[in-house]
């Protein structure tokens, strides 16, 4: 019988529930802790993920392996519920990561490019650009989970990608430049000004009725 494969990223992955299964699982900013952003708890999930899973072994799959401490967490919460997982596999991996699971699954990690010992951070483009579906970090607020894109006001460059402190208002403004552009040209696409309920998520720090392009241009100005 085939390894059926659990992803945690169905932008590269498709889930397709016969092989391919989701997982929604992701880290608060600021912790370790993990959550998901679809309804009941990450533990809830888990379970359902058991119940529809015939194999009791999985693949577990990423886009990135970078300390592995997502996924190590994540292997025990699917060990909970007799879900062993045997192999990782990623697009791109740390020495580090490579290591470890090559030592301590059964079949391993595989993966694309390996990255070299002393690679600072890995960063995907998608986080910092405003209102990108799957991009930023999650922000857990008093409205519920919300997103953080990697650049001020709304996220800490530094810590999330490792952009020198010194560096950090540069950097962020040419992120809200680069978004206003591209936010300016939906616009103009769609023939009509895009607001924040229309994002794919909420992100921290704004409102529904909010225009896109004037949230952008605001935080620009606060900076």
Request: glycine share 8%; proline share 3%.
């Given at each position: 019988?085939?390894?059926?494969i659990?992803?945690?990223?169905?932008?590269?992955?498709?889930?397709?529930?016969?092989?391919?299964?989701?997982?929604?699982?992701?880290?608060i900013?600021g912790s370790?802790?993990?959550?998901?952003?679809?309804?009941?708890?990450?533990?809830?999930q888990?379970k359902?993920?058991r119940?529809?899973?015939?194999?009791?072994?999985?693949?577990?799959?990423?886009?990135?392996?970078f300390?592995?401490?997502?996924?190590?967490?994540?292997?025990?919460?699917?060990k909970?519920?007799?879900?062993?997982?045997?192999?990782?596999?990623?697009?791109?991996?740390?020495?580090?990561?490579?290591d470890?699971?090559?030592?301590?699954l059964?079949?391993?990690?595989?993966?694309?490019?390996?990255?070299?010992?002393?690679v600072?951070?890995?960063?995907?483009?998608?986080?910092?650009y405003?209102?990108?579906?799957?991009?930023g970090?999650?922000?857990?607020?008093?409205?519920?989970?919300?997103?953080?894109?990697y650049?001020?006001?709304?996220?800490?460059?530094?810590?999330?990608?490792?952009?020198?402190?010194?560096?950090?208002k540069?950097f962020?403004?040419?992120?809200?430049?680069?978004?206003?552009?591209?936010?300016e040209?939906?616009?103009?696409?769609?023939?009509?000004?895009?607001?924040m309920?229309e994002?794919?998520?909420?992100?921290?720090?704004?409102?529904?009725?909010?225009?896109?392009?004037?949230?952008l241009?605001?935080?620009?100005?606060?900076?």
């Amino acid at each position: 019988m085939d390894i059926p494969i659990v992803t945690l990223d169905k932008i590269y992955i498709k889930p397709d529930e016969e092989n391919i299964f989701f997982l929604d699982c992701t880290r608060i900013n600021g912790s370790d802790e993990l959550t998901t952003r679809t309804k009941g708890s990450l533990e809830e999930q888990v379970k359902d993920l058991r119940n529809r899973i015939k194999s009791r072994q999985v693949i577990l799959a990423d886009d990135v392996v970078f300390s592995g401490s997502v996924l190590k967490k994540i292997i025990s919460l699917l060990k909970g519920q007799g879900i062993e997982v045997v192999q990782v596999v990623s697009c791109i991996c740390t020495k580090e990561g490579y290591d470890y699971f090559n030592k301590n699954l059964k079949y391993g990690l595989k993966t694309n490019i390996l990255l070299e010992e002393d690679v600072i951070d890995q960063i995907c483009e998608r986080d910092f650009y405003f209102g990108i579906a799957g991009s930023g970090i999650v922000v857990k607020t008093k409205e519920g989970f919300m997103k953080a894109p990697y650049f001020e006001p709304f996220g800490n460059p530094n810590e999330r990608a490792s952009i020198p402190e010194k560096d950090s208002k540069s950097f962020s403004e040419g992120c809200i430049k680069r978004s206003i552009m591209l936010w300016e040209e939906i616009d103009k696409l769609k023939g009509e000004k895009t607001k924040m309920s229309e994002l794919p998520e909420k992100i921290v720090g704004t409102k529904e009725n909010d225009e896109v392009v004037k949230v952008l241009k605001l935080k620009g100005r606060s900076l």
